[in-house]
């Protein structure tokens, strides 16, 4: 297993009015990250946030390339960006303990926080496809080029990891500096991760490791 510090590249935040960062995810132009009781739309390159959704946002986000997917407690509920209007509702895999959400391959991703499980759905039903299990709490959840890393948070530690998404063995590890914690996870899509930073009210870039970096 690779193991390695994370390179923290730039925080965002604290924001006004924003004492928790659950899930977040990125749209390609803005990084999206719920607060509890709304979902902000903050602009990367000026640290600004530029628009909210009024809407329940406990935990994770995801996009899926027109539509926003945010978990409040025990659903998952699919929003339109541009009007904020809820369009439809599924019920989430850990009834009230899910964590991150991501999409891929057509299908949402589900964290179970200290269930160490993420879940594939089916988008439209709730209905789990599979099962993933992990040897530490569940946080963020994303796939890039075909890797799925999660986050993890337990204490004062805190890392990003990639795990096989057959058998969720652990293949590298990126620890983030102590009592610096994730929550959501995103991917900008390129060589960075969005991090959701809970209880800091902050957001943070992290470096994505190039495949065949030789960092252990």
Not at 12 to 28: E, H, K, L, N, S
Not at 112 to 130: E, F, S, W, Y
Not at 193 to 207: H, L, M, P
Request: net charge negative; with cysteine.
């Amino acid at each position: 297993m690779k193991r390695s510090a994370a390179e923290v590249l730039r925080e965002y935040g604290p924001f006004p009015g924003v004492d928790q960062v659950a899930g977040v995810t990125f749209d390609g132009q803005h990084v999206w990250f719920a607060s509890g009781d709304r979902l902000n739309a903050l602009d990367p390159a000026s640290g600004k946030v530029v628009r909210a959704i009024d809407v329940a946002a406990h935990a994770g986000t995801a996009f899926d390339g027109q539509h926003l997917f945010q978990i409040a407690e025990d659903r998952i509920q699919k929003i339109d960006p541009k009007t904020g209007q809820v369009l439809a509702t599924i019920p989430a895999p850990g009834g009230g303990g899910d964590s991150g959400l991501a999409w891929a391959e057509g299908t949402l991703w589900v964290g179970q926080n200290r269930g160490r499980k993420i879940h594939q759905i089916d988008p439209q039903t709730g209905a789990v496809l599979r099962t993933i299990d992990s040897n530490r709490i569940v946080t963020g959840v994303t796939w890039i080029d075909g890797e799925l890393w999660h986050g993890t948070w337990e204490g004062d530690e805190s890392d990003v990891r990639r795990i096989d998404p057959e058998t969720g063995k652990v293949l590298e590890k990126l620890e983030m500096p102590p009592g610096t914690g994730v929550s959501g996870l995103e991917s900008d899509g390129s060589d960075q991760f969005f991090c959701g930073g809970g209880n800091s009210g902050k957001v943070r870039a992290i470096r994505r490791p190039r495949r065949g970096s030789t960092s252990k």
